[in-house]
Each structure stands twice: as C-alpha cells, then as structure tokens.
T-cell receptor, first 112, second 117 residues
C-alpha cells in the first residue's frame, strides 16, 4: 500500500463546476496535511493546509480532513481554466516534523 | 522577499558522468530539503537539513548521491556517477524551522531538470 494515494486522474470538469480531489494516507500518526498545486514545468505551490478534523475554507478552495478514515480531500468551487494543473496531496508525519510524503498527484483540466 | 534559488535550471549529461546542483534557501530559513520528482510522480524527499546538520537522509541513494550544507545556508547536491533513472526534476525547498513544529510551510524553488542520456 502506498503511503499517500490520490484518486487516479486525469480529472476533467467544465468551467464553473466543482472539482473534487481525494487523498488517503496510511500513517495514523500523521498530523499535517497539505495540498500543493503544480503547473506544468513549475514547482509546487502551497494552496491549503489542514491540521484538524473537519472543513477549512479559503476562497474557492475547501479542504476536508477525516483522521478516523485517513482521508483528506480538496474541493474547488467555480472551477476556472486557470485551475488546470496537477494537485499534490502531502502528509507530514507526527514523529518526523518537516518530512513531507507526497501522493502521485492528480491532473485536473478545467475546460471552457 | 526573495524565494528559493536553484541552479542550473537544466542539465543534460551522459550516464556515468557527475553533476552538481546548487540551492540557496529563503533568507533566515533553518531547514532545507532536497526532493527528487520523476515525471508523473510526486516529489520524494532525498535529504533534510536543519541548519548544517542532517535530519533525514533515509531515502538518499548514498552510493551515488551526496549533499552538504556548509555554514547552514547554501546547499549542493551531487550525483556521481549518474544513471539513466536519475533523470528527474530536483527540487529544493526551505522552511523557517522545519523540525520545530507540524504547521511549517515548505517553499519550493524552481527546480533543476536533469536528463541523463
């Protein structure tokens, strides 16, 4: 089992729709969860972080965390073509601060 | 505030040659990370420095990869000799404290694209 696994893509949604990205992790001791956006040929850019169960909203982005199910998700509302990118889920161990384990990424395409 | 700087941006070498990458973190950041990102995969941590000490190098192929962070600022990552499977983007990241807490944000540099022929 992979340590961090994301829903297989690519994911294609029409402009204005909600894009849903999912991630599961294996380490029950994980404390911190991050979503990075990576445009083609660019470096990852942090868009959301979440540390406790529930929802966290920031503009059009909502991160959801369920530690009991070892599941974290990212919702993008009113998707725009500029949201087209690879979205990386990253998990930080509760025992090795600073060490991020990334999922394989989900490619999102928002078509006009 | 200047971001994480890396050089070179691109490098093409033949297998069995050596190559070195350089990283300058955000000023004042104590922790520096080197990641390897193979095409179609997420970044994989190779080594983590806290100031000039190594915190984690468990995934660094030590028979061919080496890294140092002299004086706790700049860092270099070296591959010697390179293999075809080393073709990847090498990302450097930094964070303010790193091991100081679980809410640290890591900031990534632009990366170095390595192609081994």
């Amino acid at each position: 089992q992979k340590e961090v696994e994301q829903n297989s893509g690519p994911l294609s949604v029409p402009e204005g729709a909600i894009a849903s990205l999912n991630c599961t992790y294996s380490d029950r001791g994980s404390q911190s969860f991050f979503w990075y956006r990576q445009y083609s040929g660019k470096s990852p850019e942090l868009i959301m972080s979440i540390y406790s169960n529930g929802d966290k909203e920031d503009g059009r982005f909502t991160a959801q965390l369920n530690k009991a199910s070892q599941y974290v998700s990212l919702l993008i509302r009113d998707s725009q073509p500029s949201d087209s990118a690879t979205y990386l889920c990253a998990v930080m161990s509760g025992t090795s601060y600073g060490k991020l384990t990334f999922g394989q990424g989900t490619i999102l395409t928002v078509h006009p | 505030e200047a971001g994480v700087a890396q050089s070179p941006r691109y490098k093409i070498i033949e297998k069995r040659q050596s190559v070195a990458f350089w990283c300058n973190p955000i000023s004042g950041h104590a922790t520096l990370y080197w990641y390897q990102q193979i095409l179609g995969q997420g970044p994989k941590l190779l080594i983590q420095f806290q100031n000039n000490g190594v915190v984690d190098d468990s995934q660094l192929p030590k028979d061919r990869f080496s890294a140092e962070r002299l004086k706790g600022v700049d860092s270099t990552l070296k591959i010697q000799p390179a293999k075809l499977e080393d073709s990847a983007v090498y990302l450097c990241a930094s964070s303010l404290y790193g091991t100081g807490g679980y809410q640290e944000t890591q900031y990534f540099g632009p990366g170095t694209r390595l192609l081994v022929l």
